[in-house]
């Protein structure tokens, strides 16, 4: 789209980027009006954190470059590694989100590559939602618009990553969301092009997109669609999308939500009507908004998990969040391939403490209400993630009490993995540590298992929780855990969902 929302010549896209950069004002890099969405005031530094993404415009410059440059700006002389670009076609409808498989991008600044390595990761991390196709990028422009105001901006060397969704509503953002969390790097960046409202009024456009711009904010996914439903439904004349990059922003908010970005910040609001050339009569909205870590909450989150004691660390296998989070993806992913597909899918993990021999549970909830559960204790001889992809097709396949998950209950899950230490044998059941250990009974043939959340979750006593495990699980009599040729073995758990 060289030539028609942006200029043919290098020297005039380099003369008109920085001149909207020139105009932006200082205090774009300053603390600003933000959301938080975890940790008090007494908690955390003020000031703004690191910028892991962006939302801006993709107008013709001469519209929306003026609001674009205070996104932009904040990235100055930044270095990247690679940046993933995300909107919604203008052209196509389909399924899902499309990757460009191109290997690079041209515009009159140069040209930037096609990160393949890190779109392969998103598209199988995605369990079909993302896939490779070049064709839905072919016609527009609202990612082609970024590129040369990132080429002016950021330090040489960066690669793209360039994302369109299909338009469906069908949860992909959710997906695209959860690959990126699970893949981005420290020095990677996430770029959403949207524009907001289309063709009202100036004044109905103000109104419309500072709601908008609000609901971005709070972070709040659900929030934002309920507002988009109700502008549909308020009949302001002209008006046809508060977002047009929807799913793109969602993704953001999700992924935000998912890597703990913790700071949202509206750097800037315009519409077409403000611009020189504009009408008033009818309008599009432009919005600047960055997204950033606060690197004072980061360091709290990070002292939490150094706290712990070696005691608990050596017993739970000490999983930090990243590692938490990649179990809880191959868990999820691993139950909607196989759901849909029937196909149990492959993951690469190079993670050592991943692949060390450990037992572990999965646990699946709908609307609050036990879906399926089962684990394996010991593994036979398989690394820690096999085991939870393995047990996590057992829980929506197997679990005796339950009927396999069908694909209209995929988006009401909820996963819990339960990593186990090893069990060792304990010759009094009063020495239980109830909610803080597991239990298996055993007695001849008989055996049944409790992880330790069971006892918090159902407020039982230790008899009760005895009782219940020797009668439901095990088959044996409820106060079989008190004969002598009852053998109790006790496992700790770090549990996360």
Known sequence: MVGQFYPSEPGAVSDQIERFLKQTTPSITSPGPSFVRRGTSAERESGSGQIRAIMVPHAGYDYSGAVAAYAFKALQGRKVNTVVMIGNSHQAYFDGAAIDDSDAWQTPLGQAAVDKKLADKLVVAG????????????????????LPFLQTVLSPGFKIVPVEFGNKDDGGYKKLARALAANLGENDLVVISTDMSHYP??????????????KIKSGDVAELEKYA??????SYANEQTVLCGIDAVKTVMELANLAGWDEIKILKYMNSGDAPIGDKNQVVGYGAVAFAQVESVKVKVENEIANATSAEAVATGGLNIKQQQTLLKIAKDTVEIYVKTGRVPEFSVADEKLNEKQGAFVTLDENGQLRGCI?????????????VRDMAVAACSEDYRFSPVSQDELDELEYEVSVLSAPWRIDDWRKIKLGEQGVIIRKGNHSGVFLPQVAVETGWSLEEFLSQLCRQKAGLPSDAYKDKDTEILVFTAQVFK
């Open 201 to 214: 009024k100036y004044a109905d456009a103000n109104k419309i997109d500072q709601g908008t711009l609000e």
């Open 229 to 234: 439903a109700t502008v549909e439904q308020a």
């Open 375 to 387: 684990g394996q204790i010991v593994p036979l001889d398989q690394p820690l993630w096999q085991v």
């Open 127 to 146: 369990g079909g939602a993302i896939k490779f196709d070049s064709a839905p990028h072919q016609a527009d422009h609202n990612l082609e618009v970024e």
